[in-house]
């Protein structure tokens, strides 16, 4: 399976800006479907953005205008550039990858938005 390491996570005032990436290890990256993905505290992770191994992308309404997720094959990396960022933003972002036979998670990356 897959392993990834999501980084960029940290604490940012609102309207601010960050950029979430995930490396990936041990896998043809290409072949992979990716996604971010966020947990509140008290609530269900939901999926945030996600990209597939044809670069089609899709994102939640809440988010739509605001985030940016991209890829590049050449460094096994997802990335998720998050602009206009909202207190309701804060969140552990999980990293996650699919493909046939694999579903696999990072560890997760604590975003969050406070002045």
């Known amino acids: 399976q897959v392993q990834l390491v999501e980084s960029g996570g940290g604490l940012v005032q609102p309207g601010g800006s960050l950029r979430l990436s995930c490396a990936a290890f041990?896998?043809?990256?290409?072949?992979?479907?990716m996604g971010w993905y966020r947990q509140a505290p008290g609530k269900q992770r939901e999926l945030v953005a996600s990209?597939?191994?044809?670069?089609?992308?899709n994102y939640a309404d809440s988010v739509k205008g605001r985030f940016t997720i991209s890829r590049d094959n050449a460094r096994k990396t997802t990335y998720l550039q998050m602009n206009s960022l909202k207190a309701e933003d804060t969140a552990i972002y999980y990293c996650n990858a699919r493909a046939i036979g694999d579903n696999s998670w990072g560890q997760g990356t604590q975003v969050t938005v406070s002045s």
């Open positions: 041990g896998t043809i990256f290409r072949f992979y479907d």
């Open positions: 990209i597939s191994k044809t670069s089609s992308t």
